[in-house]
């Protein structure tokens, strides 16, 4: 089964500051796609970006971006200029077959003002 | 913005009761999930639904629990007797596709607190 990581349990950064979120993740597959999804307090899941495994271009969503590492198994999510309405937990997810989402355990991240 | 709805938002209830929690998916879609949050742990997927059967379920998804489509909007997860650990954030998702591509659209989630 596959396994998603994110090391970092808990992150603070300034307001305005740019942040990057690390996620690492084990899989045999060759074709897959990658999640980074948002969950500020009131604890709904937002989809943030995502990333097709066989797109070498790495997604961008105005603020946010991956830097995407096949070969190295790595996602990590950069929000740049970052606002007080990031403070969220964010959640890196792995597609796994056709339909199931795999999370990780999350990182919460908090902006200071 | 279509959006996936939830009812309740938050539902409390005894031990060995059973709960029935809704959700509302976006029209369109055809694909339906059910995850579950424990309190400061990851999301865990339970099961998910196409053509009126269940298309994968997860080892959590045991006896107790069943999901049923009993008309054209609604989606809902029974849990029959319910237990202590099954106290946790539901959320419901849906996708229009299926497969890689298919973007999981998630609802606000019910609370369920079992006591």
């Known amino acids: 089964a596959q396994t998603v990581t994110q090391s970092q349990p808990e992150m603070s950064v300034q307001e305005a500051e740019t942040v990057t979120l690390s996620c690492t993740y084990d899989t045999s597959e060759s074709n897959y796609y990658l999640f980074w999804y948002k969950q500020p307090p009131s604890r709904q899941m937002i989809l943030v970006i995502r990333q097709e495994a066989y797109k070498q271009q790495n997604a961008t969503e105005n603020r946010f971006s991956v830097n995407f590492q096949k070969a190295a198994k790595s996602f990590s999510l950069k929000i740049s200029d970052s606002q007080l309405g990031d403070t969220a937990m964010y959640f890196c997810?792995?597609?796994?077959?056709?339909?199931?989402?795999?999370f990780g355990q999350g990182t919460r991240l908090t902006i200071n003002p | 913005e279509p959006e996936v709805t939830q009812t309740p938002s938050h539902q409390v209830t005894q031990m060995g009761q059973e709960v029935i929690l809704r959700c509302v998916p976006i029209?369109?879609?055809?694909?339906f999930y059910w995850y579950r949050q424990i309190l400061g742990q990851k999301v865990e997927f339970l099961v998910s639904f196409y053509n009126n059967e269940i298309s994968e379920k997860s080892e959590i998804f045991d006896d107790q629990f069943s999901v049923e489509r009993p008309d054209g909007s609604n989606f809902t997860l029974k849990i029959r007797s319910t237990k202590l650990e099954d106290s946790a954030m539901y959320f419901c998702?849906?996708?229009?596709?299926?497969?890689?591509?298919?973007?999981?659209?998630f609802g606000p989630g019910t609370r369920l607190t079992v006591t």
């Open positions: 029209s369109n879609h055809l694909y």
């Open positions: 998702a849906s996708s229009e596709d299926f497969g890689r591509s298919g973007e999981q659209y």
């Open positions: 997810a792995f597609m796994e077959g056709a339909q199931k989402l795999v």
